[in-house]
């Protein structure tokens, strides 16, 4: 029954996250040179939080499985490799390291450990919630550092993103369409990472405990009882 | 449970399927779908040029002309004077941009034009990929899409495997930019994929996980934390001290390495119009005709010439169309799908004499009027059209003069 069970339920995780986080945060995943301080990191945890909260609630309230963020996360990660992959660099042309998708993992990880270490949602919103709107930027900067180097063109500074934006032409997506650094924050300066990544985590417990709920509504909807 | 299996699949493929092949970033160039007035009254391309039109994997092309924002631009379309992209229509990357400019500034970033104003551009670009493309200039107005320039076949040839790109930071290292950074960013997401995997392996062995613990869960209600063995605790702790030491890690041997960075830069660039002396001719259109049934555009003018020399017509343009004058220019179609009509402009009334007011009329006959669309524009709410006239002294020298007002059809049902 598992062997079932398991295999269609990664399916389904991939299908409906990726085709919700194509909609949700789309441009910001797809290119490196959206992924600013401002509102990539703050737009990626509200759209993220969606599956791990719905079915983490599933998962923990009907089978005691610390597993919503964790395998949620990891068959997006899974779908977003693979669409990459053939659309955008076999199909597209891109070059792969201008259309790499980020790092969430850790992030799942975090929600469902919180979850079996405190056994409640309560906790793990406000702890794990948190966390996983705070660290992402942290989290991906490992992989997304190098290509924030500057460099110069024809007597622009730019960072190596930017010149691939430019570079790697995209005729349905010129430059005034990215929606980066745009925001009153820009005037604090270096510490505009830190703000966003605080502001981030607190609209992010809010934003779990919001889906939890839909999952808990989920759960009392008679056509899914009628299904389970 | 059969059925639901059934149903889940029959719902599952599809989306799927859907997911993988959703979004494809390619775009198609559709000039002739956009509507005539978009295209006559937005943007003015001027000889368009490729440097070459047939290269090798590496080498170079440039793409080069004039381009003259219509005064007649259009109220319900946001307009170019707010913000514009210089772009490049191609089938997805098949050419690395290596420099584009307008009157000699780098248009890197966004920007905005003038209207009435003539930009001379020259974008630079060096073959990618193996393939014949239509390569067309295209200004992207922001709120109001792109706007399409004339499409040049250029066909690039030689080894894909062979193409380079390279670039320098400011920290002096040489950088590959097909793959910099790829070896890094796979290296960390397979760490942190096996990491996620090993949590989801750890519940797996756990197997059969799906029916019994679901039993027991509803079996044990409120004491289903029961569930939870200590060595579950203890893996839970592990993954949670073990992710955020690699999150931590992560992030200080990303500073370690690449201690100097900067944020994306955006911000618009400033273009200065180019300093050129006032044409010295002025038109005013009294009446413009189309006859559908002769697809022939018959236009008059009173033109002032204010110069010293006696000039004439060779060329009117609109939409992307050219009528030359074949008495004073000789342009030939650069390949089968240059939208030149070589001897389509017929010229009463001209010279104008130097110093003098004449009255000058023009037709323009040809079928491109029908089968680039244009006739279309007759069902328009707002039947006003605008076209480029070139004028030429007896010296050569061109004078590029703007005109625009409203179409009147002619079915030729009265006779004229
Ligand atoms: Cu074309």
Redesign the pocket.
């Known amino acids: 029954m598992d062997l079932l069970i398991i295999p269609l339920i990664v399916l389904l995780f991939m299908g409906i996250f990726s085709f919700h986080f194509a909609l949700l945060v789309g441009d910001w995943d797809y290119w490196v040179d959206w992924r600013d301080r401002r509102w990539w990191p703050l737009v990626t945890p509200l759209a993220l939080t969606v599956l791990p909260g719905v079915f983490g609630f599933l998962l923990w309230d009907k089978l005691r499985l610390p597993l919503g963020g964790t395998l949620t996360i990891l068959c997006l990660t899974l779908a977003a490799w693979i669409s990459r992959y053939l659309n955008f660099h076999l199909f597209a042309d891109f070059p792969m390291n201008f259309v790499w998708p980020s790092t969430y993992i850790g992030l799942g990880l975090i929600l469902d450990c919180m979850l079996l270490l405190t056994r409640s949602f309560f906790w793990t919103g406000l702890f794990g919630g948190f966390t996983f709107g705070l660290l992402i930027y942290p989290l991906n900067w490992s992989i997304l550092a190098p290509f924030q180097v500057p460099l110069e063109l024809n007597g622009t500074m730019l960072t190596v993103a930017d010149l691939m934006g430019y570079e790697y032409i995209r005729t349905a997506i010129p430059e005034y369409v990215r929606i980066i650094e745009e925001s009153t924050l820009r005037t604090f300066g270096a510490a505009v990472t830190p703000l966003t990544a605080v502001f981030a985590g607190f609209l992010n417990i809010m934003n779990y405990w919001f889906w939890l709920w839909i999952g808990y509504l989920g759960t009392k909807a008679v056509w899914i009882r009628k299904i389970v | 449970m059969k059925t639901t299996m059934k149903l889940l699949c029959a719902f599952l493929l599809p989306l799927i399927a859907f997911c993988v092949i959703y979004p494809s970033p390619s775009v198609a160039?559709g000039?002739r779908a956009q509507m005539p007035q978009l295209r006559m009254r937005t943007v003015h391309w001027i000889d368009v040029e490729a440097s070459t039109t047939k290269l090798a994997v590496n080498e170079i092309v440039k793409i080069s002309g004039k381009f003259m924002p219509s005064k007649y631009w259009p109220h319900h379309v946001d307009s170019i004077e707010d913000t514009a992209y210089l772009n490049i229509?191609v089938p997805g990357p098949s050419f690395v941009r290596l420099d584009s400019r307008v009157n000699g500034v780098p248009m890197i970033r966004s920007t905005s034009f003038r209207k009435g104003e003539v930009y001379d551009f020259e974008i630079t670009m060096k073959a990618r990929k193996v393939g014949r493309y239509?390569v067309?200039t295209v200004i992207n107005v922001k709120g109001a899409g792109p706007m399409i320039g004339p499409?040049i076949w250029v066909e690039v040839t030689g080894d894909e495997a062979a193409f380079v790109n390279t670039a320098e930071t400011l920290l002096g290292e040489t950088i590959d930019l097909e793959s910099y950074g790829l070896g890094n960013v796979m290296a960390w997401s397979a760490l942190w994929f096996a990491v996620g995997l090993a949590w989801f392996v750890y519940w797996l062995t756990k197997c059969p996980i799906v029916v019994p613990r679901f039993k027991r869960a509803r079996e044990l209600g409120p004491e289903a934390d029961q569930m939870i063995t200590t060595m579950d605790r203890r893996m839970g702790g592990i993954f949670l001290t073990l992710t955020l030491s690699l999150i931590v890690g992560g992030y200080v041997y990303a500073q370690e390495r690449w201690p100097i960075t900067t944020p994306l830069q955006t911000g618009k660039i400033d273009v200065p119009p180019l300093d050129q002396p006032p044409t010295p001719i002025a038109i005013k259109l009294i009446e413009a005709r189309y006859r559908i049934p002769g697809r022939s555009f018959r236009m008059e003018f009173d033109v002032v010439n204010d110069s010293d020399r006696p000039v004439t017509i060779g060329e009117f343009a609109a939409g992307n169309l050219r009528f030359i004058n074949a008495d004073v220019l000789d342009v030939k179609p650069k390949d089968e799908?240059d939208l030149v009509a070589s001897d389509a402009l017929r010229v009463e009334g001209a010279p104008v004499a130097a110093g003098a007011t004449q009255r000058v009329v023009i037709y323009a006959d040809d079928a491109m009027w029908e089968t680039e669309r244009m006739t279309t524009m007759i069902s328009s709410p707002d039947a006003v059209v605008a076209g480029v006239l070139s004028f030429f002294d007896d010296a050569g020298e061109r004078h590029l003069v703007e005109f625009g007002g409203p179409m009147i059809p002619d079915f030729g049902m009265v006779p004229r």
Request: glycine share 28%; net charge negative; aromatic share 0%.
């Open positions: 160039h000039e229509g239509h067309h499409g799908h």
